[in-house]
């Protein structure tokens, strides 16, 4: 048990505060190491069948009461089956694993409790217990997009929790097998049909008219024909006048990676690597883009599809769709592995040059089918990476007419990302349809035709002729995707007829866009030979999955496959691909060990979900810009959000106290107009009052030097102590804040001068229960006298304090204001006081005692009566020690005059026994506790 204990107010209540104190700080900092080490939310995925995915949760992050795990999202109509169990160490003495589930022991039936939400499917972090093996339904009419799974724990003090040095707990629950680490299972079957959405009204919303033969949309495009990334706000974008690229949900996954993440800082657009709308199918004439083949890159494949009526096409590549796949996850193996002729012939030309690849390929008819996406590194335009499946017209001969192709339901998306894309077909099939030639009349698959696959109990092929019409080639049982197996293979059909005009190739091969990995290949070409050595006795080496047997596929003729119904859609998820993310980052700490310089990764909190902060009005330059102007801002970290954290000015770096603004004009050439060149040139705005103001601001600044404004550098984070100031005529706050180094400080101030604007502020714009409890029930009405009540109650829970919000119970040492508080936040408390009664006092009154002192031992004794109407029964109770606590614990007085009132009852309570302890001062404990104090003591 952890009740939180808190002494509201000097008094006679006697805590042992300074050395409770120091002990617990010295405790926690030894057990955040320990928490900070730990490993917490494994997550693995799986797809043991089309339309359902297994994700597992192991050590779910048991230091909070909510963990957001923003990377599992459900779909609207999904069924969640909810499993779970393991055990935690909930912190203390003695055996203190927990069983995550179901916990026994003293105050499990309030604390050690996994809880769960499933957003519009569970309560609201309720225990997993209520779900255990239970199967949960999403709303259908849940909003797309904002629906992520949520775990947490149950406890009162989180700073000592983990899974750390093992106990079988109480009543041996943690004991054997079934006691280790906590873990959460969810089998999510997916509602066939719950696909992308159809139309939208953002420029970037997804339009699908047509859906293939697999219920995948075919040839979608934007709402608005070659929208532009650069005249609209993104949704990780800063908030603007611009209107949104995209609404809600149409985005569905971004994938990313750090030394792309440092290289966005080049570019406006706010993300460092892939935006993914869903899984699309295009067509059109394909032609050669590039191969990026060094060795510290992703090894792709790059073509791009010129689609019927350049669907999917941008501003910035007007042509159609971009298509990415890992020729180490494709071409490779099917050609040393699978053998097949086209795919070999393909890779020679690319080996040869960019040249040979468009002179082989460029022309071609091609059909895709792979993830549609944004590359923010690249210019923004559609991109299909990776691609799930590719077939591409390798001869248009009527004698021979062939197409080749692979299959497969994985992928990753190059050097800028950090996961695995996967797609699961829907019936676990797949079909290709190819377009009946111009003037054929008949057709036969001939010689030559082969399907391959590395992957198991895969089913047979169907080749279907619907005349005038099509050829459709489906594969049946595909693998599963999470075993990365490929199916692939040439068609070879032979036509009767007369073939029209054949097909031109031709194009011209475009130069490939830099991309962020070219870093890396320029500072390895500028390493010294000697340099080089140690790049490459650290770089990882390239490795290639391991080989798996190639098997032929059978193969028939048949009718074609049944059409998928209305609103059916291929589920696509991604997962954390570790061992790329592991190979690049050897990558880089090779070129760093060889003195190469790195891409720096973005402070973990750089960047949360859904807000990257970009360069541009308010925000901060690089912090290493213009280091030579004395009122320019330096720091050494950034605050959540990413804004510059504790920042000071250049001057500060090198000297003690804070400069004096008259080392550059003041700001001003002394008749008001600002002059700041040789101050800074960080700041983006200067902003003067017009009218009365401005004249009134301007005539105090010619008694005076300075600006008659305000001069802005950007938003920025300060930590420190804060105190009222006061509050001025136009209903401005003022809150000193007192920071370490008086940051940001200029010379005539000991502090950093903060304003808001109190009716820009107002609680009514915040409507909540609890808050308008507070200030409904606590201060009521709108005077000055209230609202600075309200400042000071907000002043009054420092971190200290706002501990009792996450407390089972919290013991108040007298106060009145903290009762009140925890009545209009239903915290169970108790409070204990002295009765110091007036009939104690001394007669005849002492000589150093005035009238003054007994008013004021007239008041204490009259302060009680409001404590007992300000109790809530249901909530607390009030426990009196009369006369005062010295006399019921039996500490001497003249212990007290002589140490001190607080190292006199300490003393005391260290050479009392157990047995010995006053029956009062155990019947409190027992209030506060709800168990016997015996067993507390015991154990």
């Known amino acids: 048990m952890k009740t939180r204990i808190f002494r509201a107010r000097a008094g006679t209540g006697i805590l042992m505060q300074a050395m409770r104190i120091r002990k617990l700080a010295f405790m926690s900092f030894l057990l955040a190491a320990v928490c900070w080490a730990q490993n917490f939310d494994i997550v693995t995925r799986s797809t043991p069948q089309p339309g359902v995915d297994q994700i597992r949760i ?23 089956t909810i499993a779970a169990g393991g055990c935690v160490q909930s912190g203390g003495t003695g055996s203190t694993w927990h069983r995550y589930v179901n916990p026994s022991g003293g105050d499990a039936d309030k604390l050690y409790h996994g809880l769960i939400t499933i957003p519009f499917a569970t309560g609201s972090l309720e225990r997993i217990q209520k779900y255990q093996n239970k199967r949960v339904h999403v709303a259908p009419n849940a909003q797309p997009g904002t629906l992520h799974l949520q775990l947490g724990f149950e406890d009162n003090n ?12 109480p009543d041996d629950q943690c004991k054997g097998a079934t006691g280790g680490p906590a873990w959460v299972v969810l089998v999510v079957r997916h509602k066939v049909g719950s696909g992308p959405v159809t139309s939208g009204v953002r420029d970037w919303d997804l339009n699908v008219t047509k859906f293939d033969d697999n219920g995948i949309p075919l040839n979608p495009d934007w709402h608005h024909p070659f929208p532009n990334p650069d005249t609209c706000r993104w949704p990780w974008n800063d908030p603007s006048s611009e209107p949104d690229c995209v609404s809600t949900g149409q985005i569905t996954n971004t994938d990313e990676h750090y030394t792309c993440e440092a290289w966005y800082h080049g570019s406006d657009h706010g993300l460092g690597g892939h935006a993914n709308w869903t899984a699309a199918t295009f067509s059109g004439q394909v032609y050669w883009d590039g191969h990026s083949n060094s060795v510290s890159d992703d090894d792709d494949y790059a073509m791009n599809v010129y689609t019927p009526g350049q669907a ?6 007007i042509d159609g769709v971009h298509v990415e796949f890992s020729s180490d996850e494709t071409v490779d193996v099917l050609v040393d592995e699978f053998k097949l002729p086209k795919w070999a012939a393909l890779r020679k030309a690319v080996d040869d040059g960019d040249s040979a690849a468009q002179r082989f390929i460029g022309g071609s008819e091609i059909i895709v089918t792979g993830l549609l996406g944004v590359d923010f590194i690249h210019t923004p335009g559609a991109e299909s990476h990776p691609a799930w499946a590719i077939a591409w017209h390798a001869n248009s001969d009527f004698a021979d007419d062939t197409w080749s192709f692979f299959v497969r339901g994985w992928g990753n998306e190059g050097y800028c990302s950090g996961d695995q894309h996967y797609i699961s077909y829907l019936g676990n099939q797949y079909t290709f349809r190819f377009k009946w030639p111009a003037g054929a009349t008949a057709g036969v698959v001939k010689s030559g035709t082969t399907f391959l696959t590395n992957a198991s109990n895969v089913g047979a092929a169907t080749v279907s002729f619907v005349p005038n019409e099509a050829v459709l080639l489906t594969f049946h049982d ?18 009767t007829g007369t073939p029209s005009a054949p097909r031109a ?42 080989e798996k047997p190639v098997v032929k596929m059978r193969w028939q003729p048949g009718p074609p496959p049944d059409k998928v119904r209305v ?51 308010g925000s901060p330059p690089p912090a290493t810009t213009g280091e030579e102007f004395p009122f320019n801002l330096v720091w050494d970290s950034l605050a959540p959000g990413g804004f510059p954290l504790n920042p000071r000015w250049k001057w500060q770096v090198d000297h003690e106290g804070s400069p004096n603004p008259s080392i ?30 401005g004249w009134w601001c301007r005539a105090k600044n010619w008694v005076g030097e300075g600006f008659p404004g305000h001069l802005n550098w950007f938003a920025s984070t300060y930590q420190g102590q804060a105190s009222w100031t006061d509050s001025n005529a136009d209903d401005d706050y003022n809150v000193a804040l007192v920071s370490s180094g008086a940051l940001g400080v200029m010379a005539g101030r000991v502090d950093l001068h903060t304003e808001f604007d109190a009716d820009e502020m107002d609680i009514e714009d915040f409507v909540g229960p609890w808050w308008n409890a507070i200030y409904e029930d606590l201060f009521a009405g709108e005077n000055a006298t209230s609202r600075k009540d309200k400042f000071h109650l907000a002043y009054w829970i420092n971190p200290d304090r706002g501990e009792l919000f996450f407390a089972r119970k919290v013991v108040l040492v007298e106060g009145e204001t903290e009762r009140a508080l925890l009545n209009a936040f239903r915290i169970p408390y108790l409070v204990v006081h002295d009765e110091d009664p007036v009939t104690a006092c001394p007669e005849p009154l002492p000589e150093d005692w005035n009238a003054d002192k007994h008013r004021e031992q007239q008041r204490t004794f009259a302060l009680n009566a409001t404590i007992a109407e300000l109790i809530d029964p249901e909530l607390g109770s009030v426990n009196v020690l009369s006369p005062k606590f010295e006399n019921v614990a039996g500490v001497p007085r003249r212990q007290g005059e002589k140490k001190g009132k607080p190292i006199a009852a300490l003393d005391h309570f260290v050479n009392t026994k157990v047995g010995d302890i006053p029956h009062l001062i155990l019947q409190i404990i027992d209030a506060a506790y709800g168990t016997s104090s015996q067993d507390k003591f015991t154990k």
């Open 505 to 546: 190739s031709g194009g011209e091969s475009r130069q490939p866009a830099a991309a962020p990995e070219s870093l890396i290949d320029e500072e390895l070409a500028g390493l010294t030979p000697a340099q080089r050595a140690i790049y490459t006795a650290n770089a990882p080496a390239k490795t290639r999955a391991p």
């Open 58 to 80: 192991d050590r779910p992050n048991p230091t909070k009461r909510s963990v957001d795990y923003r990377q599992i999202t459900f779909q609207p109509d999904d069924d969640v």
């Open 664 to 693: 550059c004009h003041y700001f001003s050439n002394g008749d008001g107009d600002p002059s700041y060149a040789d101050c800074t040139n960080q700041t983006h705005e200067e902003n003067l009052p017009e009218d009365f103001n």
């Open 567 to 617: 609103n059916q859609h291929p589920q696509v998820r991604s997962a954390p691909d570790a061992t790329a993310a592991a190979h690049k980052n050897a990558q880089i700490e090779a070129l760093k060990k060889a003195g190469g310089k790195v891409p720096v990764p973005p402070h973990p909190q750089h960047h949360p979900p859904g807000l990257h902060p970009t360069p541009g009005a």
């Open 312 to 317: 999917i096409a941008t501003a910035g590549r």
């Open 478 to 495: 595909l693998p599963d995707p999470a075993v990365q197996g490929l199916v692939a293979g040439e068609l070879h059909v032979s036509w």
């Open 158 to 169: 989180y700073s000592d929790n983990g899974y750390y040095r093992h106990d079988d707990g």
